[in-house]
């Protein structure tokens, strides 16, 4: 009986051209919850970031896609507790969360805009207490709407008055070949800005550069790949790093001749054909957003580091 | 003829306060084990509230380990049944807090999937609590072979602090080693005078009013003054209350406290009131157009009434 096996390899995920602004990716700001005087209970903690993270979302920006340069932090202070004997127990809380603004680029991480909002909890323990105050915080609190509002406006000011000299320092990081620093540097600016709409071009030169190296390098893994093991098995793990690969006008060609020659030797191999699904794409009608776009899903779905900010000078 | 007459006058009267003692709205009671007796048997949570610490009693823990407590506990309750003041059970109420947040958390609306909105006071008030609670205290003295127990039952008022009353003393020293055999013994020596302070208690009650408690609070956006506020507040409660029976213990420009109200258990339809049906005319009348002022109700059980000014 004649084995039988089955290789999809999706070699182009098709990603359709999104609409900035419903995704968010217009402004990006990051979260960061550091460690505390207070001592916040682990859970907590971790309901405190991603309530935040709904927060921004919620209110057309971007959450930590490529460490965004601004960030907002937390800093809770704790106003007033009461340990009541009731049966059973209860914990109260009143809590002041201060949200901060902070830019990660200068040297000791700057502040500038900070927003109070006054939480209160109650639980049998302490940790329940604390989930219960940060529960309360909602994404359509008046407050804060109009605070990222706020916010948004201060860092689409920002990159319209440093826009020579953060295009300057992407570029510098460029030729010293550190084009994913490169990149994050560019992607922070906001597509509503005027610098990117004065420098669209570049910034598309910028980007087709970045999502080309990526693609060589990519097309090299797989290559490695196949040529150690030119088996079923190998054909499967370098398909997997070929379904990667975002196409571009460059590399599409040889990723069709790598393609044909995995191909060919699968057939030899198993007399099976090697399934596959070419999609072609529009090179012509990629656009610099759609190639911003790549890049931040590219980013969102690289293994999530716990990013730390430099808040040292005024947290 | 006369003597007749006045025979069937008194029957109707104490047919009528039969009935009203009968449709009042009644004091719960619930007996608690003192916070003494639980942090000398180590069922305690410590906290650091703010670089102080604070012992709280674990009711939970003290009920799931100490068979003592149980046997004592159902002891009195089985004592003040028999004298007609039935109790609540605080382990029983305990589980049903516990099942009634359990059921809570599992709600969920068909429509909108929405959860059961529940706000921090929610928490607070969801508590086991009763309008007079038994604290209990005892210890089991050893002389020899003889052992006695010590112990002390108090009769405490949830709203207005006050110890209604009170049963203490040791009982005879005794070979006989159960607990609860020793605890009967000792208590009942002096059961019935609590049970009559008890009862006295309630018959002052429906005699001359409940005696509940009013703070006023405002709301921090609230400009108003409520030292002025005060004195339309004391006309009103000294219209309202029983015998115009109440005092004022505090006031300031945004605190006001007014105890030992008295207010009827009826109102003007014999309806058996609580304090927040007593003081929501109050409530109104100051949101109304004399005053128009805003204001929230809330209530701690029969006895006590917050009212917020500048706001719901």
């Given amino acids: ?315 | 003829m006369r003597n007749s007459t006045f025979k069937y006058i008194l029957l109707v009267l104490l047919a009528g306060f039969a009935a009203y003692g009968q449709n009042a709205k009644k004091p719960s009671l619930m007996v608690m084990p003192s916070d003494a007796w639980c942090i000398q048997n180590g069922y305690v949570q410590t906290y650091d509230n703010q670089g102080i610490e604070t012992k709280i009693p674990d009711y939970k823990k003290a009920f799931q380990e100490n068979t003592d407590l149980l046997l004592v506990i159902s002891k009195i309750n089985g004592l003040m049944a028999e004298r007609e003041f039935p109790l609540k059970n605080l382990e029983t109420v305990l589980k049903g807090l516990e099942n009634s947040n359990a059921l809570n958390l599992v709600r969920t609306s068909k429509d909108t999937g929405a959860s059961i909105s529940e706000s921090p006071l929610d928490q607070i008030v969801k508590t086991a609590d009763a309008d007079i609670i038994i604290q209990l205290t005892w210890a089991v003295n050893k002389v020899g072979p003889n052992t006695s127990i010590t112990y002390n039952l108090q009769g405490l008022d949830s709203y207005t602090y006050k110890q209604i009353a009170t049963a203490t003393g040791t009982g005879a020293p005794s070979f006989s080693v159960e607990l609860p055999v020793l605890l009967e013994e000792a208590v009942l020596e002096n059961m019935e005078d609590f049970t009559h302070t008890l009862r006295e208690h309630f018959e002052d009650m429906f005699t001359n009013g409940r005696e509940v408690t009013l703070q006023v609070l405002a709301w921090d956006d609230w400009d108003g003054d409520l030292d002025d506020l005060s004195f339309e507040i004391e006309d009103w409660l000294d219209e309202k209350t029983v015998e115009g029976r109440f005092s004022t213990t505090d006031v300031t420009s945004t605190y006001a406290l007014f105890e030992q109200v008295r207010m009827p258990l009826f109102d003007e339809r014999n309806r058996a009131m609580a304090a927040r049906n007593f003081f929501r005319d109050l409530s109104q009348k100051l949101s109304g157009s004399a005053y128009n002022i805003p204001n929230k109700l809330a209530t701690e059980g029969l006895g006590k009434v917050t009212l917020i000014l500048g706001g719901k």
């Avoid at chain 1, 990051?30 to 001592?39: D, K, R, S």
């Fill in chain 1, 1 to 315: 009986m004649k084995r039988l096996f089955l290789l999809i390899a999706l070699l182009f995920i098709v990603l359709g051209k999104a609409q900035y602004n419903q995704d968010n990716n217009d402004v990006l700001l990051g979260v960061y919850v550091p460690e505390q005087a207070e001592n916040i209970p682990n859970n907590a903690r971790s309901l405190l970031r991603t309530r935040l993270m709904q927060l921004i979302t919620a209110n057309g920006i971007s959450g930590n896609v490529l460490r965004p340069r601004f960030f907002v932090v937390p800093r809770i202070a704790v106003l007033g507790k009461e340990i009541l004997g009731t049966a059973p127990s209860r914990v109260v809380l009143d809590l002041e969360m201060a949200l901060i603004i902070g830019d990660n680029e200068t040297e000791k991480g700057n502040l500038f805009h900070t927003e109070f909002v006054n939480l209160k909890g109650v639980g049998q323990n302490e940790q329940k207490a604390y989930i219960a105050a940060i529960k309360r915080i909602a994404p359509k609190n008046p407050k804060l709407i109009a605070f990222l509002e706020h916010t948004k406006k201060e860092i689409i000011n920002y990159y319209e008055e440093h826009c020579e000299e953060v295009k300057k320092k992407a570029y510098a990081l460029k030729a010293q070949d550190q084009t994913e620093e490169a990149v994050k540097i560019i992607a922070n600016i906001p597509l509503s800005s005027n610098c990117y709409a004065e420098n669209e071009d570049d910034i598309g030169t910028f980007f087709q550069n970045a999502l080309d190296q990526k693609c060589r390098q990519q097309l090299n893994t797989a290559r490695s790949i196949w040529y150690a093991d030119q088996s079923l098995e190998g054909a499967k793990e370098a398909g997997k790093v070929l379904s990667k690969i975002e196409p571009r006008a460059w590399c599409k060609d040889e990723l069709k001749l790598l393609y044909k020659e995995i191909a060919t030797r699968v057939r030899e191999l198993g007399d099976n054909e090697w399934l596959l699904t070419l999609k072609e794409v529009d090179v012509a009608g990629q656009s610099t957003k759609y190639a911003r776009e790549i890049l931040l899903e590219y980013a969102k779905n690289q293994p999530q580091h716990i990013i730390k900010y430099n808040v040292g000078g005024w947290y």
